[in-house]
T-cell receptor
Framework: EDQVTQSPEALRLQEGESSSLNCSYT??????LFWYRQDPGKGPEFLFT???AGEEKEKERLKATLTKKESFLHITAPKPEDSATYLC?????????FGKGTRLHILP | DTGVSQDPRHKITKRGQNVTFRCDPI?????LYWYRQTLGQGPEFLTY????????KSRLLSDRFSAERPKGSFSTLEIQRTEQGDSAMYLC??????????FGPGTRLTVL
């Protein structure tokens, strides 16, 4: 069964304290792995798509990496405005399957 | 680029009533998806359209739920005889075929 597991469920960091969020997946025929950011009461906002093991993408303080079994979202020197829920999803055939997300809280 | 829009943003209804939500996708996107999200969970797939054809429906989509995309542009999701368990955020997303999905702001449904 296709499955996505994110860890940790929640993470509190001090401003400037770098860390990584994990997304492990099992899927037959991965067609893409996605990272989204979601603020409370809003729809997910697209961040990155990764297609193959070894691929990396960067945007401001965020960097996403992909292996054959997991993906990491690295956040470098985070700011309070980076506080949000970060969702990982995998595309299997024509639909995408989401994990439950990691709630990230950056303390000033 | 106006993005994906959804209407209404919030809906409060009484149990047993019917509700309808609308989604307007990004104009050049031929695929449109509906998801449901409850507190503390990721979005769960409900159904999707390619142009006007509904290609897949989740087991989550009971016979009280129906979705349409009559002209391959906007879509509607109707829930008949609402139940308290239907309370959730209903999300719409659109994409070009096989490409990244972009989400709308969602419609939050509360069933009293």
């Amino acid at each position: 069964e296709d499955q996505v597991t994110q860890s940790p469920e929640a993470l509190r960091l001090q401003e400037g304290e770098s860390s990584s969020l994990n997304c492990s997946y099992t899927v037959s025929g991965l067609r893409g792995l996605f990272w989204y950011r979601q603020d409370p009461g809003k729809g997910p906002e697209f961040l990155f798509t990764l297609y193959s093991a070894g691929e990396e993408k960067e945007k401001e303080r965020l960097k996403a990496t992909l292996t054959k079994k997991e993906s990491f979202l690295h956040i470098t020197a985070p700011k309070p405005e980076d506080s949000a829920t970060y969702l990982c999803a995998v595309q299997a055939r024509d639909k995408i399957i989401f994990g439950k997300g990691t709630r990230l809280h950056i303390l000033p | 680029d106006t993005g994906v829009s959804q209407d209404p943003r919030h809906k409060i209804t009484k149990r047993g009533q019917n509700v309808t939500f609308r989604c307007d996708p990004i104009s050049e996107h031929n695929r449109l998806y509906w998801y449901r999200q409850t507190l503390g969970q990721g979005p769960e797939f409900l159904t999707y359209f390619q142009n006007e054809a509904q290609l897949e429906k989740s087991r989550l989509l009971s016979d009280r739920f129906s979705a349409e995309r009559p002209k391959g542009s906007f879509s509607t999701l109707e829930i008949q005889r609402t139940e308290q368990g239907d309370s959730a955020m209903y999300l719409c997303a659109s994409s070009r075929e096989g490409d990244t999905q972009y989400f709308g702001p969602g419609t939050r449904l509360t069933v009293l």
